[in-house]
């Protein structure tokens, strides 16, 4: 005689359905897009199938029909252009650069739609990488200080939430300060708090030509050897005045999504990033793996493993196949 039979809870749609403990909403959804000068632009990313860098006319149209899907967020990432590339970065605060003409244009055209922005020197820096760079080292400090007028140049465009992605020392608490010193009360902060030095980035670096032009950048990501040092960072950027704090990537990480957790105040989210995008593609195409079900089982065991949100390339199938 058996007291307990764990099949009883699982024979049935009905009875799984209603004794699932994670299920995903279009409300966890961040939808990562990549946008590019010009008119009626869409080049889709070689490494990214099915995904686009567009022109900002084009990005609008993507935005309204996110949007009338039930996604609530996108998370802007730009390509410059060669010419506006330099070594200390001042394109990123252009207040007519590509960034912030795109702000102004998706807040005027779907106001009710979160707009985040990736705030890095990366596709701004002639090096490619995320910091300004001297001697061959990127410098924290001088960095920070392009970082913070990166992010009161977002904010005056009207982005709802800044994220910095760049894994500089102290500069969540720099931003806050600026952010509340120029009144922009409002404005949130999306730390990249653990943000590893991570193959999983290589599709994303061509999608915005933005890899690095010497060395990598494991003196400011972090070593994906280390756990405990993703929770001193989360917790650093939350006593700074992050509002949400993000692991990056997901899938590789889900352990230190569910560490940090279990620790901080704040919401989480997590980076579904490029390169795990690229592998479901990939092994799709192949015809080894079924596409729509490596898509939710992804996602489902990010969003158990902690995370309140995730930024997914796959925000908008996963809607679809919720649906
Ligand atoms: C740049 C940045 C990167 C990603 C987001 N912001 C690349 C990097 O750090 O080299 C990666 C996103 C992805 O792979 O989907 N600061």
Redesign the pocket.
């Known amino acids: 005689m058996l007291i307990r039979r764990n099949r009883i809870l699982r024979q049935s749609p009905s009875i799984r359905s209603l004794v699932a403990e994670t299920t995903l909403s279009p409300n966890d959804f961040i939808a990562?897009l990549f946008i590019d000068e010009g008119e009626n632009i869409s080049f889709e990313i070689p490494s990214m199938p099915n995904y686009y860098r567009r022109s900002i006319d084009l990005t609008i149209k993507e935005v309204k029909g996110l949007y009338s899907l039930g996604i609530k967020s996108i998370l802007l990432?730009i390509k410059a252009r060669d010419e506006v590339k330099d070594n200390t970065g001042k394109e990123a605060w252009n207040d007519d650069g590509l960034m912030q003409r795109s702000i102004k244009a998706i807040k005027n055209a779907v106001p009710e739609m979160l707009v985040m922005t990736?705030v890095?020197l990366?596709p701004y820096s002639s090096y490619g990488h995320?910091g300004i760079v001297k001697d061959g080292e990127i410098v924290n400090d001088e960095t920070v200080e392009a970082l913070v007028k990166m992010s009161l140049s977002h904010a005056k465009a009207g982005a709802d939430f800044v994220a910095p992605?760049?894994m500089m020392d102290g500069r969540i608490g720099a931003i806050r300060k600026a952010l509340e010193e120029n009144n922009f009360t409002k404005t949130g902060i999306m730390a990249y708090s653990a943000?590893y030095a991570s193959c999983?980035?290589g599709?994303?670096?061509d999608a915005l030509d933005?890899a690095p032009g010497f060395g990598d950048?494991k003196t400011y990501?972090m070593d994906y050897a280390n756990r405990i040092e993703a929770i001193k960072e989360a917790l650093a950027d939350e006593e700074e005045g992050a509002d949400i704090v993000m692991i990056k990537p997901a899938m590789a990480y889900l352990d230190i999504i569910r560490e940090v957790k279990n620790r901080v105040g704040v919401p989480v989210s997590a980076?579904n990033?490029?390169?795990e995008y690229a592998m479901i593609k990939a092994t799709a195409k192949m015809g080894w793996v079924n596409e729509d079900k490596a898509i939710i089982e992804s996602l489902t065991s990010i969003k158990r493993a902690g995370a309140d949100l995730i930024a997914t390339y796959f925000a908008k199938d996963a809607v679809k196949l919720l649906s």
């Open positions: 990562p990432f990736d890095a990366d995320d992605s760049d943000k999983f980035y599709p994303f670096r933005s950048k990501q980076y990033v490029s390169g």
